[in-house]
């Protein structure tokens, strides 16, 4: 969702007359969006503004902004106006649509501006996008969230759930089909919970995407297996365009930790799901979150994870050590897992996720796999890069430049996160 965000921040940039350039040196403005999600991502946002600071001394009209998930925060504000009173303009997660008003002030009145809304005022239609890639698009289909996992900030950076009116989300992804766009993934926290109309929820919508002409695949991220109905699921074999692969994260396998993270459903509902996804379509591939080390986890209770992995044999997974998000419920819970013990379990969890992965990945050997062509190789003029409809990356030799479209390919080859392969005549 950020790197969606940041498309639009390029798009109001750009409609303001700025064009891309590459080093802070010559830059006139920088603009740096922000994760919270964990504590790593706020520590990379520190050094990279550190950066700037060099060519901000060497000429003071260079304009840094920051913006994004962090702004949302005041102890983070705060941090800025002690340490960084040299950063010229704070905005959040409610007002990017603001950006070019507020830098036209800092530009014209040359002053500071720090301007972060507490709420959302409701969804904006019409801002422009400086999209990253020619085939494929992230469209919004909703904001904020409203589930309050115990240890997620999102909540209170994003805030309340709020959905964009079906009619919106149509005639975006029609102009993106135009544009020659073939895959669309949708974006939302918790897409499931998706409801554009009375009678149009996130179901309702797949089906109507499906029906616009130049669009081959959709995908969607994320999805909440609390939410995860029935009939979504055979969406996945109903639905022609809807792509075989879901990023369900189930964060552990432990229903103790599970309730105590206000998940909302049990090891055996997760087991249930994946069982339900993979009879809803042969081969579906499935990708989740874990989080290692939530306080209170025990040895028994991360068993409990290592059982699920083994059990619904994900495809690749993100794993993250457990961090602190001030503000959060989780933050003062008892049980905080020692730093040695959060990383000795998150070894053995990748060692067991790594050789599932490489295993499910040798299964595509000798398959011709439909595969979205993204462009060629940097170091070899003869590899393209592409995806399966499961998602999965392949390296593939070519004569011919299929960029931009849906081709065979023959997978040759497996890696832990690749396949390798040749396309087929
Ligand atoms: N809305 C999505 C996830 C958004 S955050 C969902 O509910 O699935 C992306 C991932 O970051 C989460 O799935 C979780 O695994 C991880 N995460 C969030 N807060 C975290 C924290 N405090 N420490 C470690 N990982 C965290
Ligand atoms: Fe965070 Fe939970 Fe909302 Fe995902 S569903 S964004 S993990 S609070």
Redesign the pocket.
């Known amino acids: 969702m950020n790197e969606r965000d940041s498309e639009t921040i390029a798009g109001l940039l750009d409609e303001m007359g700025f064009c891309e350039g590459s080093e802070a040196d010559t830059a006139d403005i920088a603009i740096i969006n922000t994760c919270s999600?964990?504590?790593n991502a706020d520590n990379r946002f520190f050094g990279a503004l550190g950066r700037l600071k060099k060519a901000k001394e060497a000429r003071p009209d260079f304009i840094v902004g920051v913006c994004g998930c962090m702004m949302q925060q005041q102890h983070v504000v705060d941090k800025l106006k002690e340490k960084y009173p040299w950063v010229d303009l704070v905005f959040g997660t409610h007002n990017l649509h603001e950006l070019p008003k507020l830098l036209s002030s800092v530009i014209s009145e040359k002053r500071k501006r720090i301007e972060v809304l507490e709420e959302s005022c409701g969804t904006v239609e019409g801002l422009p996008a400086k999209r990253l890639h020619a085939f494929k698009a992230f469209v919004n289909i909703m904001f904020g969230?409203d589930?309050f996992?115990t240890?997620?900030?999102?909540p209170y950076t994003r805030g309340r759930e709020r959905s964009r009116q079906p009619e919106n989300i149509i005639s975006e992804v029609r102009s993106l089909a135009e544009s020659g766009v073939k895959e669309v993934t949708l974006l939302g926290?918790?897409v499931n919970s998706y409801r554009g109309a009375e009678k149009i929820g996130f179901t309702e919508l797949i089906y109507m995407l499906n029906e616009i002409d130049g669009i081959e695949r959709i995908r969607f991220t994320?999805?909440?297996p609390k939410d995860l109905s029935d009939g979504l699921i055979d969406a996945f074999s109903e639905c022609g365009k809807l792509c075989g692969h879901i990023h369900l994260?189930v964060?552990s396998g432990s229903s103790r930790i599970l309730e105590r993270m206000n998940r909302k459903y049990t090891k055996d509902d997760y087991l249930e799901l994946s069982e339900k996804l993979r009879r809803s379509r042969r081969g579906i591939s499935i990708t989740t979150?874990?989080?290692v080390g939530f306080p209170g986890e025990t040895e028994e209770d991360f068993e409990e994870t290592l059982d699920v992995v083994r059990k619904v044999e994900f495809d690749s997974a993100?794993t993250?050590?457990?961090?602190?998000?001030r503000g959060?419920p989780?933050e003062k819970y008892e049980g905080q897992v020692p730093e040695e013990t959060k990383h000795e379990r998150f070894g053995r969890l990748i060692c067991l996720l790594n050789g599932i992965s490489a295993k499910k990945n040798k299964a595509y050997e000798g398959c011709t796999e439909k595969v979205l062509v993204e462009g060629r190789s940097k170091t070899n003029k003869d590899v393209y890069a592409g995806r399966t409809d499961s998602f999965k990356l392949v390296n593939f030799i070519s004569g011919a430049d299929y960029t931009g479209e849906i081709t065979d390919v023959l997978i040759t080859g497996s890696k832990t996160f690749s396949l390798f392969g040749e396309k087929t005549t």
């Open positions: 999600v964990r504590e969230c589930n996992c240890y997620c900030i999102v926290q918790n994320t999805s909440h994260p964060q979150d874990i989080i993100f993250f050590l457990y961090s602190i998000r959060t989780a």
